[in-house]
């Protein structure tokens, strides 16, 4: 079994700041593991991925994850925050190699203040 | 850029109703999900479906529930008889090869369910 923590609820901060949201994950074997987006109203987006490789994952509006195993921790980072990134991040885990289902922490709303 | 659509947006439903969530999935995917997330809480994994059988389902995924692939095109979670606790957010989900591999899910924008 599989599970994902992130703390933080919600994270308020000044558009231009810099952000980093929290995940750690439990796992007994290998993961990939997710960032997916909500923006209000709509659906799951994905944001980045790490499967396998470099540890450091970006995606291409300029957020960046970078997995510790050691840590067991994927967090979310951004260094320059815009008004338009408000929204909701899920971190989710699933176990690699073959079909797994997903594994969603249980979300942190980022507000952007101009 | 190819959209998993989900119909309708918000419905809402008397208790002990029974209710149809419709989805069509991107035409050349292959696996299909259903994932719930009640308000504040959780995306929870409901159900996962291949080959026009259920791949892997979660203890949430009772008898209640059931779904179905009956065109070629849409893929459908039935509710039989509604309870309270059913309102949520539902999202379907469509991928090409199974779980995540190399491009992840791609999720509709989901269906609101309310039950009153």
């Known amino acids: 079994a599989q599970s994902v923590t992130q703390l933080d609820s919600q994270v308020p901060v000044f558009e231009e700041a810099p952000v980093e949201l929290r995940c750690n994950y439990s796992?007994?074997?290998?993961?990939?593991l997710f960032w997916y987006v909500q923006y209000p109203n709509q659906g799951l987006q994905l944001l980045l991925k790490?499967?396998?490789?470099?540890?450091l994952v970006e995606s291409i509006n300029g957020f960046e994850a970078e997995f510790n195993k050691s840590q067991t921790s994927f967090h979310l980072r951004k260094p320059s925050v815009h008004i338009s990134d408000t929204a909701e991040y899920f971190c989710?885990?699933?176990?690699?190699?073959?079909?797994?289902?997903?594994?969603f922490g249980t979300g942190t709303k980022l507000q952007v203040i101009p | 850029e190819p959209e998993v659509t989900q119909t309708p947006s918000h419905q809402v439903t008397q208790m002990g109703q029974e209710v149809i969530l419709r989805c069509v999935p991107i035409?050349?995917?292959?696996?299909f999900y259903w994932y719930r997330q009640i308000l504040g809480q959780k995306v929870e994994f409901l159900v996962s479906?291949?080959?026009?059988?259920?791949?892997?389902k979660s203890e949430i995924f009772d008898d209640q529930f059931s779904v179905e692939r009956p065109d070629g095109s849409n893929f459908t979670l039935k509710i039989r008889s509604t309870k309270l606790e059913d309102s949520a957010m539902y999202f379907c989900?469509?991928?090409?090869?199974?779980?995540?591999?190399?491009?992840?899910?791609?999720f509709g924008s989901g269906t609101r369910l309310t039950v009153v």
């Open positions: 035409s050349n995917h292959l696996y």
């Open positions: 790490y499967l396998s490789g470099s540890t």
């Open positions: 479906f291949y080959n026009n059988e259920i791949s892997e």
């Open positions: 989900a469509s991928s090409v090869s199974p779980g995540q591999g190399s491009r992840g899910y791609t």
């Open positions: 796992s007994s074997v290998s993961v990939y």
């Open positions: 989710a885990v699933s176990s690699s190699g073959g079909y797994q289902k997903v594994t």
